[in-house]
């Protein structure tokens, strides 16, 4: 198995214990007995749980910083705003596991770095979507469009609806907010 299938291999199963157990209750040694190599192998990759999580952080985000690059370069217009939604929309489910996790794991997510980065990364997020100038109401519907897609997006995962069409819901939704925010 190369490097890079090892990273990621415990990567996956760490994602997986996290999510079974918990962070605080994962330790390397048993990242490493479900994997079936010694703890040297698995420190050869990562010497910490958090240096674990920071790569899980790191690969999943990646969309999300290059759609953060895009909206930089981007007028505030409407169209901008509900293209920023679609995009982040489609970031949320390619990295619906990381974002279990942090929700799984808020007291623990608040300790680590990867809490700060991905406030930081909303943040800006929520920039491009509002007007500074605008009422609070309508600031409000803009940062409330990104928290429905959070919320649609794990909240609703075990819904008995068809997932495309709660998907679609849920960015309908988004873009309604957007739009209420950005006439005012």
């Not at 909206?71 to 939604?85: F, G, V």
């Not at 794990?154 to 709660?166: I, Y």
Request: net charge negative; hydrophobic share 40%.
């Amino acid at each position: 198995m190369t490097r890079g299938n090892t990273r990621q291999r415990i990567q996956d199963v760490a994602l997986e214990l996290f999510a079974e157990q918990g962070y605080e209750k994962t330790s390397l040694r048993e990242i490493a007995e479900r994997l079936d190599v010694t703890k040297a192998a698995l420190y050869y990759h990562f010497k910490t749980k958090e240096d674990i999580i920071i790569g899980i952080f790191q690969d999943l985000t990646r969309p999300m910083d290059e759609l953060l690059a895009w909206a930089a370069e981007q007028p505030r217009t409407l169209d901008t705003k509900r293209e920023i939604l679609r995009r982040y929309q489609l970031c949320l489910l390619a990295a619906a596991p990381l974002f279990r996790f942090m929700h799984e794991n808020q007291a623990s997510v608040r300790e680590l770095s990867i809490g700060l980065t991905f406030k930081e990364r909303l943040l800006a997020l929520y920039e491009y979507l509002q007007d500074p100038e605008a009422p609070t109401k309508d600031r409000v519907r803009a940062m409330s469009s990104v928290f429905t897609l959070h919320a649609g997006t794990f909240f609703l995962q075990n819904d008995e609806d068809d997932p495309e069409e709660k998907q679609e819901a849920v960015l309908e939704v988004a873009l309604d907010l957007i739009e209420q925010a950005h006439r005012a």
